[in-house]
């Protein structure tokens, strides 16, 4: 499984000739970027995080690249502390980061479980992404209701599920995948679980640009 902006990073900006091999066998679900800030800070857009610390995941790793691609749409830059962003929480509660950026399906547990005295919240980014190439998604604020007073607008990334030339079982794997994901989950609002809200919105027939397919 692949981030769409990993996919068009490999292939429109490395140039990498390994990426012909690829083969988008489904778009799944959706993953939207999580900017967190103090909610005293003077941080009001990504523009308020240049030349500052922003924790951006391991070097090569989802979010480190939509960080990348977002600082090149920005044409500007923060300096980037490559690691773990849920191990990076304490740093950002003690002023040692600006921000943390996190690319998973919402909801995440660990985000899910802050609570509302902890001081932290979520960026809205929509203005920053005017022209960009990312689709904007809406975390509703029963999404994280412990610490969201809003709704807040962010990036939002399609999960490829893809093969490489030599993939071994993937008909049946695509075939699996087209058979279960017919069967939508029953999801409890009292108790959520984060795997079936992705997976419920998951539409087989979404279109992405510039991969080939997968063809059984």
Request: include cysteine; charged fraction near 30%.
């Amino acid at each position: 499984i692949i981030q769409s902006d990993v996919y068009d990073y490999l292939k429109n900006q490395l140039k990498d000739k390994s990426i012909k091999k690829i083969k988008l066998v489904y778009p799944l679900y959706d993953e939207q970027l999580h900017v967190l800030i103090k909610k005293n800070s003077n941080i009001k857009s990504l523009i308020d995080l240049k030349n500052k610390k922003v924790v951006v995941g391991t070097i090569k790793s989802g979010t480190w690249v939509t960080s990348k691609n977002i600082m090149s749409h920005l044409d500007l830059s923060w300096k980037m502390v490559t690691e773990e962003p849920m191990n990076s929480l304490d740093k950002l509660k003690n002023d040692e980061v600006s921000a943390i950026f996190y690319v998973a399906g919402a909801p995440i547990d660990i985000i899910n479980s802050l609570e509302e005295d902890e001081d932290i919240t979520l960026l809205d980014i929509s203005k920053d992404l005017n022209g960009s190439a990312y689709s904007l998604h809406t975390i509703l604020v029963n999404t994280y209701p412990s610490f969201l007073d809003k709704n807040i607008t962010t990036a939002g990334i399609t999960a490829l599920l893809v093969n490489g030339k030599n993939s071994k079982n993937i008909g049946g794997i695509y075939r699996c995948i087209k058979n279960k994901i017919k069967k939508k989950f029953t999801i409890d609002e009292n108790n959520k679980n984060t795997a079936d809200v992705l997976w419920n919105d998951v539409s087989l027939n979404k279109k992405v640009k510039d991969i080939d397919y997968f063809k059984d």
